[in-house]
């Protein structure tokens, strides 16, 4: 299956928030105005970007034949905040229109929570190994809430399930001018 296929997985439940109508399409080359980055990894070359003016809205998609690999930044602006939630419940979002099977626990690693779970596109498709990752920065004094979330899900479409060191190497692709 294609990652094309995926894509809409992790779109279609708008990673916590619909995507602002002035966010466009970067061409490659403007990938490094975003304030969040993919870079040192192979997956890194062939990303496509978008975002918005004031930064507060991005995606990056560095999806593949073999691979659904989302990456968003969601900034909360300057007068409100994010409000804080468990990897797993983001995962259970993420996947709402596809059938997920087997959401592991969370653990940390670097900056990231991470779940592992197995996800379909449909209930004909067959599963793919999987890992949603979450971020936020920038506490909001006297709330419990933030005022960036890094959001992203990774799926291995050829059914492999991807390692603790693989996990490793993709999130140690993300970096953020807010951290």
């Not at 259970?92 to 059938?99: D, G, M, P, W």
Request: charged residues 20%; proline residues 3%; glycine residues 10%.
């Amino acid at each position: 299956m294609a990652a094309k296929g995926w894509k809409w997985v992790v779109a279609l439940a708008g990673l916590f928030a619909a995507g602002d109508a002035d966010a466009q399409w970067l061409p490659p080359a403007d990938c490094g105005s975003l304030s969040i980055h993919l870079a040192g990894i192979p997956e890194a070359s062939g990303a496509r970007c978008q975002g918005d003016e004031k930064r507060w809205n991005e995606l990056i998609d560095a999806s593949g034949p073999d691979r659904s690999f989302v990456i968003r930044h969601q900034s909360s602006g300057l007068n409100d905040y994010l409000q804080r939630e468990e990897v797993t419940q983001v995962v259970k979002k993420l996947t709402a229109a596809a059938k997920l099977e087997g959401v592991s626990q969370r653990f940390k690693l670097g900056h990231f929570d991470v779940a592992l779970y197995m996800a379909s596109a449909n209930t004909l498709a067959q599963p793919a190994a999987c890992f949603g990752f979450l971020s936020y920065a920038g506490h909001v004094a006297q709330t419990t809430g933030y005022r960036h979330a890094i959001i992203g899900s990774y799926c291995d479409l050829t059914g492999k399930e991807p390692t603790l060191d693989r996990i490793r190497e993709l999130l140690g692709g993300i970096s953020a001018d807010f951290w």
